[in-house]
């Protein structure tokens, strides 16, 4: 039988003259804390995740979350490691964002966070409105990168965007200005495409923020194999690249975290 694990946030503060408790724990700031617990525990797994479940307790108030035993151990590791080198830029991206969530409560609420565990009684991690986790800006640059799929939605009232089904990412969304929509004349919709966009891309990880996306072009797509095409590439080539080791070659032209 699977062991069950629990992880503890407790949030220490005031509403008003009065010590937060969970009488007067309002419920956005529940939807906000709860928003960032999934990306804590499972980054990019949003599907086919173990079960999370919750309790709210006094004293201000406990956030309790029942987990399994490996996500426990897993979230003090994660703890710890911030607290020892008090940055999260080794963080992936999606809990690194939700610890940023955090402290920004911290700041807006003047609230102290404390991250404890059932087996580590003891504070594993605090963040507080005078603690700074935030990520390195340096470690983000801005970057072109390109996705193949099939367009399987367009437009949106407030935020304008476009939704690309693709088969390695799963589906993608990329802010688009809505002139540009307005005025395409193609149909998109249920068509495949390459997307050209802009993102902010880590220089040391090579991992893209996806939520940073902006679109540069909606390219035609068809892929296909011209088997006369590629002879004639290797016919020219000839026998200069004999022995090459190809996978290295690529990485170099790349680079190691393309």
């Not at 979350?65 to 999606?94: C, P, R, Y």
Request: proline letters at 3%; glycine letters at 6%; hydrophobic letters at 35%.
């Amino acid at each position: 039988m699977r062991q069950t694990g629990q992880i503890e946030i407790h949030i220490v503060g005031q509403k008003g003259n009065n010590p937060l408790t969970p009488d007067n724990y309002d419920i956005k700031e529940i939807i906000s804390l709860l928003s960032n617990v999934e990306p804590l525990l499972y980054p990019g797994m949003q599907r086919n995740r173990p079960l999370i479940t919750y309790n709210l307790e006094s004293g201000s108030v406990r956030n309790i979350f029942k987990v399994t035993k490996q996500a426990e151990v897993a979230f003090a590791g994660v703890m710890s490691m911030i607290a020892s080198t008090q940055s999260i830029d080794s963080l992936e991206l999606q809990s690194a964002r939700a610890v940023e969530q955090i402290q920004n409560m911290a700041i807006k609420y003047n609230y102290d966070f404390e991250f404890r565990t059932a087996d580590h009684r003891e504070s594993l991690l605090r963040i507080t409105p005078t603690t700074h986790f935030k990520r390195s800006e340096v470690l983000w640059v801005d970057a072109e990168v390109y996705f193949y799929g099939i367009l399987v939605d367009a437009g949106g009232k407030d935020k304008s965007n476009i939704h690309l089904e693709t088969k390695d990412y799963g589906t993608i969304v990329i802010s688009v200005d809505r002139e540009t929509l307005k005025n395409e004349e193609r149909n998109l919709l249920y068509k495949e495409f390459g997307i050209q966009a802009q993102a902010k891309q880590n220089i040391e990880t090579g991992e893209i923020d996806r939520s940073s996306l902006k679109l540069l072009k909606i390219i035609d797509y068809k892929p296909s194999f011209e088997s006369d095409y590629l002879d004639g590439l290797i016919e020219k080539v000839g026998d200069r690249y004999d022995g090459l080791d190809v996978d290295k070659y690529i990485l170099g032209i790349r680079g190691a975290y393309a």
